[in-house]
């Protein structure tokens, strides 16, 4: 079955400690993109990635890093969590160009973090 | 940089009727993409409809429909004959040219009463 899986699904942390929400996809997907949605703001780009070893930055990079060492594979890294990283977290991921020039983003199922 | 922009944080409707959902944007692009998606309590996102910018028609699929209009930046949801299964959150997306940026509005919260 095509899908993004995304883990853990519920994490409940406490400041400063390091934590990495893992990201997969089965589809052969170049782009992949990560997410967090916060109430009243809906979902904002946090990073993503055109390819292995491509990574940008989105619209809320502060606080996140990724990495793209493999094209099925897009984690996501709070090297020093906040209360304010509190949030629901999506990954997503595409085929680019071509065949799909909407690029249209397959999403996981999301993992609620909470930095206590 | 783009900006979505929903004006309705909620919405009712009446099972079988009609409603619309508002989205408009701002960008100084020509050419780009417009989705609507629905999130269920499930969180799972589920894209409902999609626009291409340089596309006059409007899109359709069986009961949703765009409004979309483009000189106004401007692209509302119409759903039509409403089910208890439309209860959900939705969220108007913009997404640019080069195909590597999502914006998302804030989310309009559609409740279907029986």
């Known amino acids: 079955e095509a899908q993004v899986t995304q883990n853990p699904r519920y994490l409940i942390t406490v400041t400063g400690k390091k934590l990495t929400v893992t990201c997969s996809q089965n589809?052969?997907?170049?782009?992949m993109s990560w997410y967090r949605q916060d109430p009243g703001l809906g979902l904002r780009q946090i990073y993503y990635s055109m390819n292995v070893e491509v990574t940008d930055k989105g619209d809320v990079p502060e606080g996140y890093k990724v990495s793209r060492k493999e094209k099925r594979n897009f984690p996501l890294i709070l090297e020093s969590p906040s209360p304010n990283q509190t949030s629901l977290y999506f990954c997503?991921?595409?085929?680019?160009?071509?065949?799909?020039?909407?690029?249209?983003?397959?999403f996981g199922p999301g993992t609620r973090l909470t930095v206590l | 940089a783009q900006t979505v922009t929903q004006s309705q944080p909620e919405m009712s409707v009446q099972e079988a009727e009609t409603v619309t959902l508002s989205c408009t944007y701002d960008t100084s692009e020509s050419d780009y993409y417009l989705f609507w998606y629905k999130q269920p309590p499930s969180r799972q996102m589920i894209l409902v409809i999609r626009q291409e910018a340089y596309k006059q028609q409007n899109a359709t699929e069986n009961r949703f429909s765009v409004n979309f209009q483009k000189a106004a930046k401007s692209f509302s949801l119409k759903i039509s004959d409403s089910q208890l299964g439309d209860a959900a959150m939705y969220f108007c997306a913009y997404q640019n040219n080069a195909g590597n940026m999502l914006t998302f509005g804030g989310g309009t919260r559609l409740m279907v009463k029986p």
């Open positions: 997503a991921s595409s085929f680019f160009g071509g065949a799909n020039p909407y690029n249209e983003q397959f």
């Open positions: 589809m052969n997907h170049e782009y």
